[in-house]
């Protein structure tokens, strides 16, 4: 493994300030894989044999029933999926594909699991990793159930802009149909909710977004810290559709 790349693992929150054998066993235990774009990697209902880390590429969580299909998070370098059915052994709920070529290192969860038993850091950062995923999983299950289609992009496109520092014109990180499964709706109701949004400050032009009127916007999605946040807590986790802020 490349330093440079050993040191970027290195940095994310789950790894930091863990002993240095802990880190380097992890290591020594992990496999280092490039996978081409549309390859499923993780089966939801598999048993949890791997911690994967996102070193390149992008990488879909998605989950399935009765012939139907929901975006659950995507996942960008650097950053971890899916902790939580690696600390207690159980399936996985959810299954990824990588949305183009990606680079992953996949850590095995007996290792992980012997990590978090014998080193007290790395403990206490897996259970700031679970937390935050938990707090994000809140924050997203509220705004499906207290906002409109409407609000709930406004919203959406609002976080994208302070990500980027409250630019006014931006890229949408992610293709639409994505966006609009993550979101509980159509790709045909996300789009004539895109057109409606010209009238409370907002322009969509294919992937391009430029907000027009920040103060109408921000009203009709009505943000909130408690829905909204920012939360560093949170944010550490890294596994979001919108981009993880920064930790």
Do not use: W
Not at 123 to 134: E, T, V
Not at 205 to 233: F, H, K, M, N
């Amino acid at each position: 493994m490349p330093h440079i790349l050993h040191q970027d693992i290195r940095r994310l929150p789950l790894f930091a300030g863990i002993a240095d054998e802990t880190f380097q066993d992890l290591m020594r235990a992990a496999y280092d894989q490039q996978i081409p774009p549309h390859v499923t990697v993780v089966s939801e209902g598999a048993p949890a044999d791997f911690l994967h880390v996102v070193v390149e590429g992008m990488v879909e969580l998605f989950a399935s029933t009765q012939g139907r299909e929901a975006t659950m998070a995507v996942v960008r370098p650097v950053s971890t999926f899916i902790l939580a059915a690696c600390v207690r052994d159980a399936p996985y709920l959810m299954s990824a594909r990588t949305l183009q070529r990606s680079r992953l290192l996949l850590v095995p969860s007996e290792n992980v699991r012997a990590a978090v038993a014998t080193d007290s850091r790395f403990a206490l950062n897996a259970m700031q990793d679970l937390a935050g995923c938990y707090r994000g999983l809140v924050r997203h299950t509220k705004n499906l159930k207290l906002r409109n289609t409407r609000e709930r992009i406004a919203a959406y496109l609002l976080r994208q802009s302070r990500l980027i520092g409250d630019a006014p014109g931006f890229t949408l990180p992610v293709e639409k149909r994505l966006i609009a499964s993550y979101m509980g709706m159509t790709p045909e109701n996300l789009s004539r909710a895109f057109k409606s949004l010209a009238a409370d400050g907002c322009k969509i032009d294919g992937q391009r977004v430029i907000i027009t009127d920040r103060v109408r916007l921000e009203a009709l999605a009505g943000l909130s810290l408690l829905l909204d946040g920012p939360d560093p807590d949170a944010s550490a986790a890294g596994v979001s559709l919108p981009l993880p802020e920064a930790s």
